[in-house]
């Protein structure tokens, strides 16, 4: 394979101005191999992020070779704000305090849903749409290479729906954190079924 033949493209829930080592990793990377082929960057278009840094930029070393495309998401976070505004649980994606987990009703209430309903995390809710819209990019821009990268591990799942589509795709995933381990998962309430299917979901992918 040349270099005009790499046509890569990565899923990741994290890209600016979201902050963090998550978006800085990928950020150069994406720089990096701008080099060697073109890449797609595809990231949510409404995303609330924990940590927002407007003073990051992507500069790739092939300016024409980068391509950044989005898709609307349904933060599962953002929903309850708009209902409890006063809320403070889960703001941009947080989990609550321990002291919100012990006195507020509403808190644990949010909490049960969140980690038996959404698994392996709420960006599940992006599956389905983001499949639809990869699925054109691919078949259309003839791309060869898939990279996804979680946490939130849910953009494996959406790697693994394109894989299944397109059987011939190299596929590669990448792990910043655990899956099932990861540390907020012990301030998770979750249930025999919902810890079953995480587990589930990790080996599939």
């Known amino acids: 394979m040349n270099e005009e033949e790499l046509k890569i493209l990565l899923i990741t829930y994290y890209w600016p101005p979201a902050g963090g080592p998550a978006v800085q990793r990928w950020l150069h990377m994406v720089e990096e ?15 609330e992020y924990p940590i927002v840094d407007k003073n990051l930029k992507i500069q790739p070393k092939k300016v024409d070779n980068v391509h950044l495309i989005s898709g609307p998401i349904l933060e599962f976070y ?53 499949v639809k819209i990869l699925k054109k990019l691919i078949q259309e821009n003839q791309i060869n290479t898939l990279i996804t990268t979680g946490p939130p591990h849910s953009m494996h799942l959406i790697g693994l729906e394109l894989k299944k589509i397109f ?5 590669v995933t990448d792990f910043r954190d655990p899956w099932v381990e990861i540390s907020y998962h012990k301030h998770l309430p979750l249930s025999k079924k919902a810890t079953e299917k995480s587990f589930a ?4 992918a």
């Open 167 to 171: 059987p011939t795709l190299n596929l």
């Open 78 to 130: 953002s929903f309850f704000q708009a209902f409890f505004p006063k809320l403070k649980t889960f703001r941009k994606g947080q989990l609550p305090s321990n002291r919100e987990r012990k006195t507020s009703l509403l808190s644990k209430l949010l909490l049960q849903i969140r980690a038996n309903f959404f698994v392996p995390d709420p960006k599940i809710l992006w599956r389905k749409s983001s």
């Open 33 to 47: 191999l701008s080099l060697y082929g073109s890449i797609y960057v595809y990231h949510p278009q409404n995303a």
């Open 201 to 204: 979901r990790k080996k599939s």
